[in-house]
């Protein structure tokens, strides 16, 4: 995230993608604190650190349901509350096995103290600034005080603005104790690549006429490649539960 958005930085929420896509672009490399997907966690924490945005991180085990003894980092989280923020939380997601230890999804959650926040337009115009102004939106500050910003690609780098997109919205929270990425229950939609989710909150609609952001949420997730390691993790545990069985060999008869 470039310093200028350092006061106003993001969380999470996820819209996605149909098959109505605009201008062509290359796959993009994007960014949030400098975290980014395909990082391994010490570049995570590495790039956290360089933040220095005082966060403190912990790496969080978890395990497959079949295969209760194999433990594996399934996410960063840090956390930090200061002057500028009430709290400013963040959760990186790591695939279980057989892949090695790369991001797949960046959630972060900042929620400031009442009218302390900063505008809302402002934030809005950085985040075009550092993403592109291409996006899709959802404006609703004028009767309900909410805006969503996404920044949409096909598997091919095709940006996608169309307003009627269907892609998977799900909704991972940072709260350690809500699970892993890979055993929420998320609903692909073939199209869906590279996505990046900014959801707004705070104000009351349409007073002041410039509300400030009470909190933002917002997520970096490649649905395509996150599809692809689910299947593959899948396949990988049946094998190993299949192999552990035949191990076992029959019983006298």
């Given at each position: 995230?470039?310093?200028?958005?350092?006061?106003?930085?993001?969380?999470?929420?996820l819209?996605?993608?149909?098959p109505?896509v605009?201008?062509?672009?290359?796959?993009?490399?994007?960014?949030?604190?400098?975290?980014?997907?395909?990082?391994?966690?010490?570049?995570?924490?590495?790039?956290?650190?360089?933040?220095?945005?005082?966060?403190?991180?912990?790496?969080?085990?978890?395990?497959?349901?079949?295969?209760?003894?194999?433990?594996?980092?399934?996410?960063?989280h840090?956390?930090?509350?200061?002057?500028?923020?009430r709290?400013?939380?963040?959760?990186?997601?790591?695939?279980?096995?057989?892949?090695?230890?790369?991001?797949v999804?960046?959630t972060?959650?900042?929620?400031?103290?009442?009218?302390?926040?900063?505008?809302?337009?402002?934030?809005?115009?950085?985040?075009?600034?550092?993403?592109?102004?291409?996006?899709?939106?959802?404006?609703?500050?004028?009767?309900?005080?909410s805006?969503?910003?996404?920044?949409?690609?096909?598997?091919?780098?095709?940006?996608?603005?169309?307003?009627?997109?269907?892609?998977?919205?799900?909704?991972?929270?940072?709260?350690?104790?809500?699970?892993?990425?890979?055993f929420?229950?998320?609903?692909?939609?073939?199209?869906?690549?590279?996505?990046?989710?900014?959801?707004?909150?705070?104000?009351?609609?349409?007073?002041?006429?410039?509300?400030?952001?009470?909190?933002?949420?917002?997520?970096?997730?490649?649905?395509?490649?996150?599809?692809?390691?689910?299947?593959?993790?899948?396949?990988?545990?049946?094998?190993?539960?299949?192999?552990?069985?035949?191990?076992?060999?029959?019983?006298?008869?």
């Amino acid at each position: 995230m470039s310093k200028k958005l350092t006061p106003a930085l993001l969380v999470a929420g996820l819209i996605a993608c149909s098959p109505a896509v605009v201008a062509a672009a290359e796959q993009r490399s994007v960014d949030n604190l400098g975290m980014k997907l395909g990082k391994t966690p010490a570049e995570i924490k590495a790039a956290l650190q360089a933040s220095d945005l005082q966060f403190q991180t912990r790496e969080i085990k978890h395990t497959l349901k079949d295969l209760p003894n194999a433990p594996f980092v399934g996410s960063v989280h840090a956390i930090r509350h200061g002057a500028d923020v009430r709290s400013d939380e963040i959760r990186v997601d790591f695939p279980p096995p057989p892949h090695e230890p790369r991001a797949v999804l960046i959630t972060r959650l900042v929620q400031y103290p009442i009218n302390a926040g900063p505008l809302t337009r402002d934030v809005a115009a950085a985040l075009e600034d550092k993403y592109g102004a291409d996006r899709w939106i959802d404006d609703r500050y004028a009767n309900a005080a909410s805006l969503r910003l996404a920044w949409i690609d096909t598997p091919a780098g095709v940006s996608i603005l169309d307003k009627s997109t269907k892609c998977s919205k799900a909704h991972w929270s940072p709260r350690t104790t809500e699970g892993h990425a890979f055993f929420n229950s998320i609903q692909f939609v073939d199209g869906c690549g590279l996505t990046i989710v900014a959801n707004f909150r705070g104000g009351d609609p349409g007073t002041p006429a410039a509300p400030m952001v009470s909190g933002m949420w917002t997520t970096i997730v490649d649905y395509a490649s996150l599809q692809q390691q689910i299947a593959q993790t899948q396949a990988y545990v049946e094998q190993q539960v299949q192999g552990a069985a035949k191990a076992r060999g029959t019983p006298r008869l």
